[in-house]
């Protein structure tokens, strides 16, 4: 079944970048959207950015434009989530998770602790 | 905006739970379709969908949850609570962008 696999935790100091990872597999990488969720401590989700592993075309929530970057290596079923300039409240918890076709978000990785600290 | 009501929802096991959303504006799309999703999120653990379209139980999902409402109203129903249906639930649209998240309702265990 389908299923996404993330990457391990992170720590970075502030001013930093990291780069998480979301593989798929158990079903056609090409034929869903990809978004990325964080989720601070004790908070709410929060949508950050989406990609299309078919054309490589992504959008990112105002919030984020400039910072995030998304990208997909189709060969390996890979899809990358670079976050530049981190400060403290970019510590969370970061999720991708697959968009099935009513836009829904219905397969989701584990979860990726990012933590941001001097 | 989407607005959760309650916060928070105390339920005995078996008894019935409802958890309200509310939209600042309809989440009907141009395309006749509203893209209202609820999600459920036990502690320490990624969300996992429930349902979709305001109404459509994703694959798996029990039968005692269910979805309703129209325009800028939703609720989400859960016919007798069960020990597993603890955590947050979030609804979420996808109609209008950035998607959003309601802020979350916490159920438990009376």
């Known amino acids: 079944q389908a299923h996404l696999l993330q990457s391990g935790t992170e720590v970075k100091k502030p001013g930093a970048s990291v780069q998480v990872s979301c593989k798929a597999s158990?079903?056609?990488?090409?034929?869903?959207?990809i978004r990325w969720v964080r989720q601070a401590p004790g908070q709410g989700p929060e949508w950050m950015a989406w990609?299309?592993?078919?054309?490589?075309?992504?959008r990112s929530a105002p919030k984020f434009q400039g910072r995030v970057t998304l990208t997909r290596d189709t060969s390996s079923s890979m899809v990358y989530m670079d976050l530049s300039r981190l400060t403290s409240d970019d510590t969370a918890v970061y999720y991708c998770?697959?968009?099935?076709?009513?836009?829904?978000?219905?397969?989701w990785g584990q979860g990726t602790t990012v933590i941001v600290t001097s | 905006v989407l607005t959760q009501t309650p916060l928070s929802s105390p339920v005995t096991l078996g008894q019935p739970a409802s958890i309200s959303c509310r939209s600042d504006?309809?989440?009907?799309?141009?395309?006749?379709?509203?893209?209202l999703s609820w999600l459920h999120q036990r502690p320490g653990q990624p969300p996992r969908l429930l349902i979709s379209?305001?109404?459509t139980r994703f694959s798996g999902v029990p039968d005692r949850f269910s979805g309703s409402g129209t325009g800028t109203d939703f609720t989400l129903n859960i016919s007798r609570v069960e020990a597993e249906d603890v955590g947050v639930y979030y609804c979420?649209?996808?109609?209008?962008?950035?998607?959003?998240f309601g802020g979350g309702t916490k159920v438990e265990i009376k």
């Open positions: 979420t649209q996808a109609t209008f962008f950035p998607l959003t």
């Open positions: 379209k305001i109404s």
């Open positions: 158990g079903y056609p990488f090409i034929d869903h959207y």
């Open positions: 504006r309809s989440l009907v799309h141009i395309d006749g379709n509203t893209y």
């Open positions: 990609i299309s592993p078919r054309t490589g075309d992504t």
């Open positions: 998770a697959r968009q099935s076709e009513d836009t829904a978000m219905d397969v």
